[in-house]
């Protein structure tokens, strides 16, 4: 099976772990069934899922974006969350974006503005929420499903988690 955590890497006091340059994500969707996002074409995906070990647990999906750019888009935004009115930041493994809650709809022209400027800004890599009683509207204490199903050397089997 392949691995796509590449390395972890500490900054500026915080650890950021990269993954390989096709992984998009995880998640369990509503059928609790694993789901893994690569950025690949329809081929590959074929591929991976007719040779993959996780037996019917565990199904490859086309996705747009690579993780390591989700998380370059909200490494950028989270400085400016307070200049921005930015409740909560966060990656949406489902919806392959960087989800952000704002106070009010002006922020968000300001946040594309300064990731043009960056070289960062695709327009659906974002979900703009506005919110003005300033309350978050998801969950911020969301886990990493990819670090969840690896024990630190190698993938766990899911076929063993029976």
Same mark, same amino acid.
């Given at each position: 099976?392949? $691995? ?5 890497? #500490? *900054? ?5 772990? @990269?993954?390989?340059? !096709? ?7 509503? !059928?609790? +069934?694993?789901? +893994? %996002?690569?950025?690949? &074409?329809? /081929? ?5 899922? $007719?040779?993959? @070990?996780?037996?019917?647990? *565990? +199904?490859?999906?086309?996705? $747009? ?19 921005? %009115?930015?409740?909560?930041? %966060?990656?949406?493994?489902? &919806? =392959? =974006? ?14 594309? *503005?300064?990731? @043009? @400027?960056? %070289?960062?800004?695709?327009?659906? #890599?974002?979900?703009?929420?506005? =919110?003005? !009683?300033? $309350?978050?509207?998801?969950? #911020?204490?969301? *886990?990493? /499903? #990819? ?6 050397? !190698?993938?766990?089997?899911?076929? /063993?988690? =029976?």
């Amino acid at each position: 099976m392949k $691995t796509y955590m590449t390395k972890e890497t #500490a *900054a500026d006091g915080q650890e950021t772990t @990269e993954y390989s340059d !096709d992984f998009a994500g995880v998640f369990i969707d509503d !059928d609790g +069934i694993l789901n +893994i %996002g690569v950025v690949a &074409d329809k /081929a590959q995906i074929q591929s991976l899922q $007719t040779t993959s @070990e996780l037996c019917e647990q *565990a +199904i490859y999906r086309e996705d $747009t974006y690579t993780y390591n750019y989700l998380q370059e888009i909200m490494s950028v935004i989270e400085p400016k969350m307070e200049e921005y %009115g930015i409740f909560t930041i %966060g990656i949406s493994e489902r &919806d =392959n =974006n960087v989800f952000v809650d704002l106070g009010n709809e002006d922020s968000s022209h300001k946040i594309v *503005a300064f990731l @043009e @400027e960056k %070289g960062l800004y695709s327009r659906d #890599a974002l979900s703009f929420r506005v =919110n003005p !009683d300033g $309350t978050n509207t998801q969950n #911020a204490n969301m *886990a990493h /499903a #990819a670090d969840m199903i690896s024990d630190g050397n !190698d993938v766990v089997p899911l076929c /063993a988690l =029976n």
